[in-house]
């Protein structure tokens, strides 16, 4: 059975940082590109970023940049998230997703299987 | 960025219904066009893959059909398990943008 695991959610003040987990059970970790979603309660899904399955390619969400850091350790099948200056609207549930596409450098597959989300409140 | 568009935002149906929801991307993104259901307190679901690829283990009463920037995803017989919110994603090129969503309420 695949599973994605996440952690590391919690209640963090503004401007600080937090890092995310997802631990990968049940798959070939390293062969698959993953991804990070979000959805603030109430509100619909954005795309957070990417990391291709040999850790050589990311792309992020450009509101995103420069504050958050995706990140892979194949040895561990483990996928992170760094967060950086955290602010109100980070305020989300965060999942993290695998690729459908074997090898995958970003685009063109989708996302089928998912994790069980960690929610991240942004509050002073 | 692309940008989905989806219609309409929300409906109400009865079971046994017949269901569209439509996704328009405001430049062509060949079949690169994903669904997925998303329920209160759960992950989202992959739906259809690539416009039309029925994802494994997902009933056949979904459907998806469309290329270029029109897309449609039906529900041929809706069941109370289907009622959810439905979103569309293009992943023809990064970010890999979500359409608003579609909400679908028991009439």
């Known amino acids: 059975q695949v599973h994605l695991v996440e952690a590391g959610g919690g209640v963090v003040q503004p401007g600080r940082s937090l890092r995310l987990s997802c631990a990968a059970s049940?798959?070939?970790?390293?062969?698959?590109?993953m991804h990070w979603v979000r959805q603030v309660p109430g509100k619909g899904l954005q795309w957070v970023a990417f990391?291709?399955?040999?850790?050589?390619?990311?792309n992020y969400a450009d509101s995103l940049k420069g504050r958050f850091t995706i990140s892979r350790d194949n040895s561990k099948n483990t996928l992170y998230l760094q967060m950086n200056s955290l602010r109100d609207e980070d305020s989300a549930v965060y999942y993290c997703?695998?690729?459908?596409?074997?090898?995958?450098?970003?685009?063109?597959?989708?996302?089928?299987?998912w994790g069980q989300g960690t929610l991240v409140t942004v509050s002073s | 960025d692309v940008q989905m568009t989806q219609s309409p935002s929300s409906l109400s149906a009865s079971e046994g219904d017949r269901v569209t929801i439509t996704c328009r991307a405001n430049?062509?993104?060949?079949?690169?066009l994903n669904w997925y259901q998303k329920k209160p307190g759960s992950a989202p679901k992959l739906l259809i893959h690539?416009?039309?690829t029925l994802q494994s283990g997902v009933p056949s009463r979904f459907s998806g059909s469309g290329s270029g920037t029109d897309f449609t995803l039906t529900i041929d017989g809706l069941e109370s398990e289907d009622f959810a919110i439905y979103y569309c994603?293009?992943?023809?090129?990064?970010?890999?943008?979500f359409g608003g969503g579609t909400q679908v309420d028991i009439k």
């Open positions: 690539t416009a039309t």
């Open positions: 990391i291709s399955y040999d850790d050589s390619e990311e």
């Open positions: 994603q293009q992943s023809y090129k990064s970010p890999h943008t």
């Open positions: 430049q062509p993104i060949s079949i690169f």
């Open positions: 997703a695998k690729d459908t596409l074997r090898y995958s450098r970003g685009d063109g597959g989708a996302y089928d299987v």
């Open positions: 049940g798959l070939m970790f390293s062969y698959y590109g």
